[in-house]
């Protein structure tokens, strides 16, 4: 049997989730339709989610279309879980996205849209709701061409729609099709221009091959009330969507997506494209790590459930199963191989921060340990300890406060309390700075770091291996990584390339420990030496306004940073396109209805920072300031005094 695996994407309140109930209904996997409004559908698990009737987490259903299994994956819809949509969408053989006849394009559907073009993500258009009152065909169609893809097909047209009567017809080919298949094909182009309409077998074909290769997206009108265009839209996942490809020789499997069990052990979501797994099965876990890095450790496998075929022996190419067993997984990791580690969804860094605290006045420990355990689980959570002792939460939006809270209230039985969200800066080298500690100084180590500009965070040796135990290299290591989370400004330090210069030791007395604490005193004297450089987060938006509004928006946001980088007519507007600070985004968004009287139409989402102009923000540190020796070194001995009980 052939599978494909795809995900359900739309704007929040498109009716995705209630699409993947009438999908699973009309296939014979549930006998009832759930509903969004009380809480019963089938893949919104969580509290939260039956509670504001959005989807947060991927879940994972299974159903059959002819000789097909299709895995289904409803992807969040609210813009805040974006990184959510990326991850999932990387292990999609195809994607539907979902808009609604009534509301029509969204600003969240232009990013999903802009996101699955940019991967080559074959894709089929369904539009909702054909059978509310406002719900339009023709003129969202020409909507649709203008601001998402003008290379659309659609598969049928809608009948009676805006009323309880509407339903979907649809047909074989037409010859509609021609002009945006022949952009692609040259015999179709002849054909065109010829006036040649070849028959309908070949625009079927040509559809096809073009679906799969994401140049073209075939467009269907429904209802998932009513259940009307559901058939047509399962034919076309049926044969125009690609099947997954072929299998590779060697095992490799793609965490995105991780649970808890009943008795709490983790539960990976697995999408596997070679080999196989099977329970009691003992593999290697691969990891990149922040500073590109891969590491590696093994463990056994418990339990692999294939979802659609729960009897399986094992998970093959193709398939998706919930594996057991592995305790220290994160999502991203990769089972079996690393190869393929570089292809996964890249996620800008969350630029929101914000403290959580307990309602109840309990112990902060606990409340620490839980917020670790879910960083341990989602690479998209992080978390600090403040200056203050406290916890905070990197973030993407405001909306995953509540997710976060319902988390801890729901798993861990803590009630929270955030802070007002602040925006995270980051810091880069600006020039080549050396610094140099050697042993007997107060530390018996010798350490010698070089800073300078790189990619990412880069680690060099300019020592010989053998010149330290491995223990005390990685020590160092592990102490630079660590110590780039604080640059001379307080802000996580990037794009950076550090190199070990010198390197020594006294035997017996030189621990490990040593190294620990000496190597973020250096490393903050040759940033110093280097200079470092503060940016803030931005996005790249895009705005469409009416031609008299043009000048107006553009000087509106030029006065709160942005940069404008085109402006081009689309249709009979305007459409703007740039950059701006991540601060005044939420101003943006307040002043175009007034400045366009509310036709203009704003999208935006985080796209990589600046450089702060004037004077650049401070955080407060937590590593006892190591740029300064004196207070660096009390702070050391204060941090041992707890550490010992005083004694």
């Given at each position: ?9 739309a ?9 993947t ?11 009832r ?13 969580g ?6 009737g ?29 990184a ?16 609604s ?5 969204q ?20 539009v909702n ?21 003008p290379?659309i ?29 022949a ?11 010829e ?41 076309a ?14 095992p490799?499997a793609?965490v ?8 709490g052990?983790k ?5 596997s ?18 500073d ?7 463990a ?24 057991s ?7 991203g990791?990769q ?11 890249h ?16 112990p ?8 670790l ?15 203050a002792?406290?916890t ?31 925006l ?19 530390f ?22 053998g ?5 005390y290299?990685?020590?160092?290591e ?55 450089r ?6 790249r938006?895009?705005a ?21 980088d085109?402006?081009?007519?689309v ?13 005044a ?24 920072d600046r450089?702060?102009?004037?004077r ?21 001995a204060?941090?041992d ?7």
């Amino acid at each position: 049997m052939h599978t494909v695996n795809i995900g359900i994407l739309a704007h929040v309140d498109a009716g995705k989730t209630s699409l993947t109930e009438r999908l699973l209904f009309d296939t014979g996997v549930i006998d009832r339709l759930g509903s969004v409004d009380s809480g019963t559908t089938q893949t919104d698990t969580g509290e939260i989610e039956r509670r504001r009737g959005i989807t947060i987490r991927s879940a994972v259903t299974a159903l059959r279309v002819g000789d097909r299994q299709v895995n289904l994956i409803d992807t969040p819809g609210h813009r805040d879980f974006m990184a959510e949509v990326e991850r999932a969408l990387g292990v999609l053989d195809g994607a539907v996205l979902v808009l609604s006849a009534v509301e029509g394009v969204q600003p969240h559907t232009r990013l999903l849209m802009r996101t699955c073009r940019a991967m080559r993500l074959p894709t089929l258009l369904f539009v909702n709701k054909i059978d509310r009152v406002g719900a339009r065909d023709t003129a969202l169609l020409a909507d649709i061409r203008r601001l998402l893809t003008p290379a659309i097909a659609p598969l049928g047209r809608a009948r009676a729609i805006g009323t309880a009567a509407a339903s979907f017809t649809a047909y074989e080919a037409s010859d509609d099709w021609l002009p945006v298949l022949a952009e692609h094909d040259d015999a179709l182009l002849a054909a065109y221009v010829e006036d040649r309409p070849p028959p309908p077998a070949t625009l079927r074909a040509a559809l096809r091959a073009q679906t799969a290769a994401g140049h073209v997206h075939p467009l269907l009108f429904g209802s998932a009330l009513s259940g009307s265009g559901v058939p047509e839209l399962l034919d076309a996942i049926a044969d125009l969507l690609p099947p997954a490809p072929p299998a590779e020789p060697a095992p490799r499997a793609r965490v995105f997506a991780i649970t808890r069990g009943p008795g709490g052990a983790k539960v990976a979501y697995a999408r596997s494209y070679g080999g196989s797994l099977a329970a009691r099965q003992r593999v290697p876990v691969f990891r990149r790590t922040a500073d590109g890095r891969v590491e590696t450790h093994r463990a056994q496998l418990t339990g692999v459930t294939v979802i659609g075929d729960p009897q399986a022996p094992a998970l093959t190419a193709g398939y998706i199963a919930a594996l057991s067993g592995l305790a220290g997984v994160r999502i991203g990791d990769q089972i079996g191989s690393a190869a393929g580690l570089d292809t996964g969804a890249h996620f800008p860094r969350p630029g929101l921060e914000t403290v959580v605290r307990r309602r109840d006045g309990g112990p902060a420990a606990d409340l620490h340990t839980a917020l670790l355990r879910m960083t341990d689980e989602d690479p998209l959570i992080h978390t600090r300890v403040t200056a203050a002792g406290e916890t905070a939460v990197l973030l993407y939006g405001e909306v995953q406060k509540e997710v976060i809270a319902a988390t801890l209230a729901g798993s861990y039985g803590i009630a929270v309390e955030f802070t007002p969200t602040q925006l995270v800066h980051l810091e880069r080298p600006t020039g080549v700075g050396s610094a140099l500690e050697v042993i007997g100084n107060g530390f018996f180590g010798t350490v010698g770091l070089r800073v300078e500009p790189g990619r990412g965070i880069e680690y060099d040796l300019a020592v010989e291996l053998g010149s330290l135990p491995l223990a005390y290299h990685k020590a160092i290591e592990d102490s630079v990584v660590r110590a780039l989370e604080q640059g001379l400004y307080g802000w996580p330090v990037t794009d950076v390339r550090v190199t070990l210069t010198h390197s020594g030791y006294w035997s017996p007395i030189t621990v490990a420990g040593d190294f620990r604490d000496l190597t973020p005193h250096v490393l903050l004297r040759a940033l110093a030496a280097a200079g470092t450089r503060v940016f803030e987060p931005c996005h790249r938006f895009e705005a469409d306004v009416p031609a008299a509004a043009l000048g107006p928006v553009t000087g509106g946001l030029a006065h709160l940073g942005g940069r404008v980088d085109e402006t081009a007519p689309v249709g009979d507007t305007w459409r703007i396109t740039g950059s701006i600070p991540a601060r005044a985004v939420a101003d943006a968004q307040r002043r175009l209805p007034d400045l366009t009287n509310g036709e203009g139409l704003w999208t935006s989402a985080p796209a990589g920072d600046r450089p702060v102009a004037g004077r650049p923000p401070r955080r407060d540190r937590t590593d006892g300031n190591p740029l300064d020796r004196v207070e660096y070194t009390r702070w050391l001995a204060q941090r041992d005094l707890a550490t010992s009980g005083g004694q």
